[in-house]
C-alpha cells in the first residue's frame, strides 16, 4: 500500500521525501492471559502541532497499515486547517474472541505500553475501528492513573461524562452526510445511495440520511450486504444488527456480496468500511456517479484513474471525525462549551468550504488538488522551523 502511494505521489510531483518520513514508529508486544498482542503507535509529521489519530483493534494490523494511516492523518488535518500533525495506532487482535473483560484489560495495556508518547499538547488518541468511548474512558483511566494527574484532554472521542462531546459520536457520519448534501443540490434531486460498512461511520450515516429522505437501497457489513431498490429502513437495519450481531439473515432484502454492492448502478456509492476495497480489478465495474470516501483509502492509489464517478477524497469526506475530535479537545482545554448545533455548524462550514473549494477547482481532480492543498501547508510549517 504504502509503495503504490510512493509512486502516486511520485507521479503527482508530491514531496515524497517529506510524505515518506515517519517521525516516530515505535511497536510493544502486549502479553495478556498467556497470550501476546503486537501493538503500534506510530506518528507521521507533527510540524503543524500535536499528533492527532485513532487507535483501532483489528486481526489484519500490521506496522505499514499504521504507517499509511499515520500519513493520511497528517494530510487530512492539514488539508481542514487544523493545527494538528498525524498519527495512527493499531492493536493485533480480533475483537470478537475477547471478553469485556480482556476488552478493558487489552485497552488499558495499550495505554500504559504508549503513555509516553501520549498528552494533549503531543499525540492525541481517538477511537478508529472496532474502538470506542468506552475503550477510550479505559485508556484515559490508565494514562492518567500512570502518570498521575488528570488530562481528558489527551483522549478524544470519550464518553460524554469523562469529557466528550455528544456530537463527535456521530461526527465522521455528519461530515459525509453534508457533503452529500452539498451533492444532493449539484445533482438537483435526493440521490440513491449504497454505504458498504455498517459501523459507526456508516451506520450513522444511513440514519441521517433516512432521516433527510434519502434512499439507501444497500448496506453491509463484513459478512456481506442486503440490498433493497425501493429503499431500505435503515433504522430498523440497524436495530437488527445490533440485536443479531450481523445482517446475514435481515429479512425482505436481496442478499449480495459486498464486491456486489460496490458495483451497484446508484447516484453515490459511500465505502465506509476497510482500506483498499477498489481495486484495479474492480474499479471499472463502479457505477455510481459519486464516490464518497468515508473510510480511510478505500480505492488503491493505482485504481483512482480507472474509476469513472467523481471521488471525493477521504481526507475530506471523512474529516468530520477529527473535526469532532478537534472541538472536543478545544472545550477540554478550555471549559467552554458550546452547543451541539453550534458545533454542527462549525463542522460543517469547515467541511463545505473545503470541499466547495476543492469541486471549484476541477471534479475530477479533487483528491489530486486536496493532495496539493495538504503538502504545501506542512511544507511551510516545516520551512518556518527550520
Known amino acids: 500500500m504504502i509503495e503504490k502511494f510512493r509512486k502516486r505521489f511520485e507521479e503527482l510531483g508530491l514531496n515524497t521525501q517529506l510524505l515518506m518520513n515517519w517521525k516516530t514508529v515505535r511497536s510493544a508486544v502486549i502479553e495478556m492471559d498467556g497470550q501476546k498482542y503486537q501493538a503500534y503507535r506510530i506518528i507521521h509529521n507533527d510540524a503543524l502541532g500535536p499528533s492527532k489519530g485513532g487507535i483501532r483493534f483489528h486481526p489484519d494490523v500490521n506496522e505499514e497499515e499504521v504507517k499509511f494511516l499515520a500519513m493520511t492523518m497528517s494530510l487530512k488535518n492539514s488539508l481542514m486547517g487544523l493545527p494538528y500533525g498525524g498519527a495512527k495506532g493499531g492493536l493485533k487482535v480480533d475483537p470478537k474472541t475477547l471478553t469485556r473483560e480482556q476488552y478493558k484489560k487489552l485497552s488499558k495495556k495499550y495505554a500504559v505500553a504508549f503513555h509516553d508518547m501520549f498528552g494533549p499538547w503531543k499525540d492525541i488518541p481517538a477511537p478508529d475501528v472496532n474502538t470506542n468511548p468506552q475503550v477510550m474512558a479505559w485508556m484515559l483511566d490508565a494514562y492518567e492513573r500512570v502518570t498521575n494527574t488528570h488530562a481528558p484532554a489527551t483522549f478524544t472521542g470519550k464518553p460524554i461524562e469523562l469529557g466528550g462531546i455528544p456530537l463527535r459520536q456521530y461526527s465522521t457520519s455528519y461530515g459525509g452526510f453534508v457533503i452529500i448534501e452539498e451533492i444532493r443540490k449539484i445533482e438537483g434531486k435526493a440521490p440513491t445511495v449504497a454505504i458498504q460498512g455498517a459501523g459507526n461511520a456508516g451506520g450513522n450515516l444511513a440514519r441521517l440520511l433516512q432521516e433527510a429522505g ?7 457489513d463484513s459478512k456481506g450486504a442486503i440490498y433493497q431498490p425501493e429503499g431500505l429502513d435503515a433504522q430498523k437495519v440497524l436495530d437488527y444488527k445490533k440485536e443479531h450481531k450481523t ?8 442478499h449480495i456480496s459486498n464486491e456486489e454492492l460496490l458495483t451497484l448502478d446508484v447516484d453515490i456509492l459511500v465505502p465506509a468500511a476497510l482500506e483498499n476495497q477498489i481495486t484495479t480489478k474492480n474499479a471499472e465495474d463502479v457505477k455510481a456517479r459519486w464516490i464518497v470516501e468515508l473510510a480511510n483509502g478505500p480505492i488503491a492509489p493505482d485504481a483512482d484513474d480507472l474509476v469513472k464517478g467523481t471521488i471525493v477524497p477521504d481526507i475530506l469526506a471523512n474529516s468530520g471525525g477529527v473535526i469532532g475530535s478537534y472541538l472536543e479537545w478545544t472545550y477540554n482545554l478550555s471549559g467552554n462549551f458550546h452547543s451541539e ?5 462549525k463542522l460543517a462550514s469547515l467541511v463545505l468550504k473545503v470541499f466547495k473549494e476543492l469541486y471549484a477547482q476541477d471534479p475530477k481532480k479533487m483528491r489530486e488538488n486536496a493532495l496539493r492543498k495538504a503538502v504545501e501547508r506542512i511544507e511551510k510549517a516545516e520551512k518556518l522551523r527550520c
Open 214 to 220: 434519502y434512499k439507501v437501497v444497500a448496506i453491509s
Open 247 to 254: 445482517l446475514a439473515d435481515y429479512p425482505g432484502t436481496q
Open 341 to 345: 448545533e453550534a458545533m454542527k455548524e
